[in-house]
């Protein structure tokens, strides 16, 4: 059976102390009112992970850190980079791999993605893998196609047993920050379609069980509807995860 997760990405955001604030805030209010199957992940900048590491209790079962990246090299001189091995070292749960922010502006590409897959799941962090589409890409009609290349390319090098430990979060770019918006219904549509893809590769089983997430302008309100779709089993949260009260809203959003 798949997991329920959220996952708060901050992006560049949050000095050091407003970061341990935030991070110390949702911490107390997950514990106190989200149910314990719903997984949540921090993933904050660099900066705060050894700390934030810190305030998550050992014995919380349902919170975890997370990153927001990884080099594709294990080590070597990539002046202010950070390897899985470091990452494990803290350690980090999860890692964003993938972000349309990181293809659109450091042009990583699906070769360079399936080497971090590698990287991470040698190091026992779990992969949360993104994959989406532009406004271009929407419009054509090619969406799925395109999407599910990106899905093939970077992750169906692996035997089934690694691929189950990846998540994928479905970004669709052209609604976010752009004025559109993307309804529950494309949401659900091509959260089926990924879903099916999987299948065609790793059998439906293993396909059932892969979490994906929702990766748009994910909100409070919006939420509730989102996660009722049947293929849709939690969210990549950004701006909402640097307030507590919305982040936890949303973690209650099943």
Known sequence: MRKKIVAGNWKMNKTYEQGLQLASEVVNMVQDEVPSDVVVVLNP???????????????????????????????????????AEILKSIPVDYTIIGHSERREYFQETNAQLAKKVDLLLANQITPLFCCGESLDIRESGTEI????????????????????????????????????????????????????????????TLADDTSILYGGSCNPGNAPELFACPDVDGGLIGGASLKSRDFTDICKSF
């Open 45 to 83: 900048p660099f900066v705060h992970l050894t700390s934030i590491r810190k305030l998550i209790p050992a014995s919380a079962t349902n919170l975890f850190l997370g990153a927001q990246n990884c080099h594709y090299q294990a080590s070597g001189a990539y002046t202010g980079e950070v390897s």
């Open 145 to 204: 196609a395109f999407v599910c290349n990106q899905l093939t390319e970077s992750l169906f090098h692996l035997s089934a047993e690694d691929f189950a430990k990846v998540v994928i979060a479905y970004e669709p770019i052209w609604a976010i920050g752009t004025g559109r918006t993307a309804t529950s219904q494309q949401a659900q549509a091509m959260h089926a379609a990924l879903r099916a893809h999987l299948a065609t590769h790793y059998g439906q």
